[in-house]
């Protein structure tokens, strides 16, 4: 294959066992969500005499750590989460990858890591894929989930930012979300616990989040809800985002509003491409701050029509309802809006190359 002669390469190392075709056919043909992992996995090293080096793709395998490798202990540690598409044509593609690239090193920097050159990020992504490509899953809306992460990978304890980093991409076939008439989903707010302060990680993706979250996450459960809906750390009054997706809100009048970004939130790339593509549509689109309180005033007086959730992994969720220790409240009539599903669609045929790409956001993988 002719390369650029400026991309990094990525020498393939395949698997001396691979799965079988039989296995993985079944596997594909039911994937689930993360659940399932491909042959493969892609690994950078960064050390700061060496910077980048040994970059390759390589059988996937477990990890050696030693016990006082730093991540363990201080949680230096960040992620992205991405997917390959098949466009209608067959060939596949990647989704603004340039995006996560760029957020990667936000992220990064945020944590005090080392920072990963923009084309080693994404043809390191685009290498694995290549490799295994076989793993795309038959199911319908089917993609491959894509998971490049970091971690600090220095053995001492003591409290600095690592002088050696691991990155690493794996990839997990997984299901559709959007078949016709995705439930919506009921939200917990929490009155205790925040996501993300001012001056903290919220814009960061670390894990480190998602562990702060998780008790949240339980609460949610424990009162039958899918999700947290987390408000602004310094007032608790204003609707920030979920744990993982951000949020949407949608008014009679043809507004929509979104949280503003600001540290606190994580700036989503699917956020991004919604509030694009809702211009496009005619519709006015602000992002300024939104209350727990006027968000219930609005359901209540039909002023606001829907609510919806959005991310990479489940694209576009609606949500129905929203429920805290105060009582709950439905949105519209509790189930998928008309407006939402239209901008799911929308974004969902310009991911398959079903829709024009306007924007230049689809990245052929060749
Ligand atoms: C990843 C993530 C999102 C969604 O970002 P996308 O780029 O749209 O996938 C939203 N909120 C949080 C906290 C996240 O970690």
Request: glycine share 10%; charged share 20%.
């Amino acid at each position: 294959m002719k390369q650029d002669s400026l991309a990094p390469r990525f020498p393939v190392k395949n698997h001396p066992s691979p799965t079988s075709p039989e296995q993985r056919a079944s596997l594909i043909a039911d994937p689930g969500f993360g659940r399932i992992f491909t042959d493969h996995m892609a690994s950078i090293r960064y050390s700061d005499t060496e910077g980048w080096h040994d970059g390759k793709i390589t059988p996937r395998t477990q990890l050696s750590l030693d016990p006082a490798t730093a991540v363990l202990h201080y949680a230096q540690e960040i992620f992205e989460g991405m997917k390959a598409y098949r466009l209608s044509d067959g060939s596949m593609a990647l989704f603004r990858p340039e995006a996560n690239a760029k957020r990667f090193n936000e992220s990064a920097r945020r944590m005090a890591m080392a920072q990963l050159p923009e084309e080693m990020f994404i043809e390191s992504i685009k290498a694995l894929v290549r490799t295994d490509i076989d793993w795309f899953p038959t199911v319908e809306g089917g993609a491959i989930y894509i998971r490049p992460f970091m971690f600090a990978s220095e053995v001492f304890l003591g409290v600095k930012p690592s002088s050696e980093y691991q990155y690493l991409v794996i990839a997990s076939p997984v299901g559709g979300y959007f078949k016709s008439g995705a439930p919506a989903i009921k939200v917990w707010s929490s009155q205790h616990y925040t996501r993300a302060a001012p001056g903290g990680t919220g814009a960061a993706k670390c894990g480190g989040n998602y562990a702060a979250s998780l008790i949240a996450q339980a609460e949610a459960t424990k009162h039958g809800c899918d999700q947290v809906v987390f408000l602004d750390a310094v007032e608790r009054r204003y609707v920030e985002e979920l744990g993982g997706m951000n949020l949407f809100f949608l008014f009679e009048d043809g507004r929509i509003v979104t949280p503003p970004l600001g540290g606190t939130i994580l700036p989503g790339i699917t956020r991004d491409s919604i509030i694009t593509l809702a211009k496009e549509a005619g519709l006015s689109v602000s992002e300024e701050l939104y209350s727990i309180q006027q968000w219930e005033d609005d359901a209540k007086s039909g002023k606001l029509t829907e609510t919806f959730a959005c991310g990479t992994a489940a694209v576009v969720t609606p949500v129905g309802k929203v429920a805290s220790q105060n009582g709950e409240f439905t949105i519209g009539a509790g189930g998928p809006g008309q407006v939402t599903e239209k901008l799911k669609n929308q974004l969902v045929a310009i991911q398959r190359g079903e829709a024009e790409d306007r924007h230049g956001w689809v990245r052929r993988i060749d």
